[in-house]
């Protein structure tokens, strides 16, 4: 399938197929696109300074069949791999996708055999971080930011508050990246 059958950019509408069915995918919201952006050149840094072949690419087509085609909003391909089957495939959930992504898109990119799947929210500022064990996906670790006008008004909280916030993490499959959490949802209002 060529991408133009599964994209219409004029309209702004992609198209995934899943075991069959077909889901239309209206364009991302601005704060989607930003997390996807902000992602994508995170690790494209990475793999520039370390001299990695790996690349993260945004909303590639992922054909696995012709009952089969998804359209991940950031995949990271390396390619010092004999396959082409992402490394890493990261959803960032809108309203409208968030119950595939949770369901059918997992269960696909683990049958796919993608050995790490995230789950980006951009409106609760968090990130899920599955890796696959025995064809199935299992949490590794769930991150979130807090903005400071979200903590309470009480300065002791506060503080505590803080002082028990992750600011960073690492990918399952590359735990020498460090991703500080705020650089994931720069811009994000």
């Known amino acids: 399938?060529?991408?133009?059958?599964?994209?219409?950019?004029k309209n702004g509408i992609?198209?995934?197929?899943?075991?069959?069915?077909i889901y239309l995918m209206a364009r991302p919201e601005r704060n989607h696109l930003r997390v996807q952006k902000n992602i994508t050149n995170i690790f494209e840094n990475y793999f520039?300074?370390?001299?990695?072949r790996c690349e993260a690419i945004i909303e590639d087509e992922l054909y696995i069949d012709e009952n089969n085609y998804l359209v991940p909003d950031v995949e990271i391909l390396c390619h010092d791999k004999k396959d082409d089957i992402p490394v890493i495939v990261i959803e960032v959930l809108s309203k409208s996708t968030r119950d595939k992504d949770l369901t059918v898109k997992m269960k696909k990119y683990a049958e796919l055999g993608v050995k790490e799947y995230w789950l980006v929210d951009y409106k609760n500022h968090s990130v899920d971080i599955y890796f696959l064990n025995n064809k199935y996906y299992e949490i590794f670790k769930s991150y979130?930011?807090?903005?400071?006008?979200?903590?309470?008004?009480?300065?002791?909280e506060r503080e505590k508050q803080e002082k028990e916030l992750?600011?960073?993490f690492?990918?399952?499959s590359f735990p020498e990246i460090i991703i500080q959490i705020e650089d994931v949802f720069y811009m994000v209002d």
């Open 1 to 9: 399938m060529q991408a133009e059958q599964i994209f219409d950019y």
């Open 14 to 21: 992609t198209e995934e197929k899943i075991n069959g069915k």
């Open 48 to 52: 520039k300074e370390k001299g990695r």
């Open 144 to 156: 979130s930011h807090f903005l400071v006008e979200d903590f309470s008004k009480i300065k002791e």
């Open 166 to 168: 992750i600011k960073e």
């Open 170 to 172: 690492a990918p399952f």
